[in-house]
């Protein structure tokens, strides 16, 4: 597929709803929430596009608004990838500016109506986001992060995925798998033999990702299919109604 062709299969992924498709969902609940995926655009090895993370988080929004009534928004696609900056390619923000971004789609969405909104976070490097969700709750409003680490293992489980979370970084099982199943086209030659594992990576806040691999691989993207990628986004689907109903629970 060229470039162009590529490009459209990628954000063919963008919401398409009308401001009435909103409105009625919406009437449906005690509480509107709205789901917004937070990716990255980092470097993923030779083989993932540095759209990864942002796909993925989008693949898992796209199959929790495919299950419960919720306001699905476009995408963060830049974000906190600081630790990638070696390689070409990896744009990033600031911590401020991620929180700041949050914060206002948050403020926006609570004029229009939408009482809650849940982070459907891509990039593990986002760390700012949990600060986000705590001091949301502590004023009172209604947020969430998502997946929580406990989401993923049961996923893991579920799809039958060997590597560890530890040892399954970056552009490993968990992320070819995914794209393997949401978008094949995108995925290039080269993640069957680009296994490589560095599961001390105690420094990895003062030296970055280039001090711990080469390729910019971290995990066993060897053991990527489509059918793990499918397992993994119906099971954070799944899980997803705990978050969603204590978001819509009434309260005291």
Not at 17 to 36: H, N
């Amino acid at each position: 597929m060229n470039g162009s062709g590529a490009l459209t299969a990628a954000y063919g992924w963008l919401p398409t709803d009308t401001t009435e498709e909103v409105r009625t969902r919406g009437a449906g609940v005690s509480t509107q929430v709205a789901v917004l995926p937070v990716g990255s655009f980092e470097q993923h090895g030779p083989f993932l596009p540095l759209a990864t993370d942002t796909l993925v988080a989008c693949a898992a929004a796209r199959e929790i608004a495919d299950r419960f009534p919720v306001h699905l928004l476009p995408p963060v696609t830049v974000s906190c990838s600081h630790e990638h900056a070696a390689w070409p390619g990896t744009v990033s923000i600031s911590a401020v500016t991620l929180h700041a971004v949050v914060r206002d789609i948050a403020e926006s969405l609570r004029r229009s109506g939408v009482g809650a909104l849940v982070v459907v976070n891509g990039h593990g490097g986002n760390y700012v986001l949990g600060n986000v969700v705590q001091e949301a709750s502590a004023r009172g409003e209604r947020m969430a992060l998502y997946p929580a680490a406990e989401d993923w293992e049961t996923a893991l489980s579920r799809a039958g995925v060997q590597t560890s979370a530890l040892t399954d970084m970056h552009a490993g099982e968990i992320e070819t798998s995914i794209l393997l199943h949401a978008h094949p086209e995108l995925v290039r030659p080269g993640h069957e033999s680009a296994d490589f594992t560095a599961d001390d990576r105690r420094h990895l806040l003062t030296l970055g990702m280039s001090a711990y691999t080469e390729s910019g691989v971290i995990g066993r993207p060897s053991l990527g299919s489509a059918e793990k990628g499918k397992e993994l986004l119906a099971s954070l689907a799944e899980s997803f109604g705990a978050v969603f109903e204590l978001l819509v629970s009434e309260r005291e």
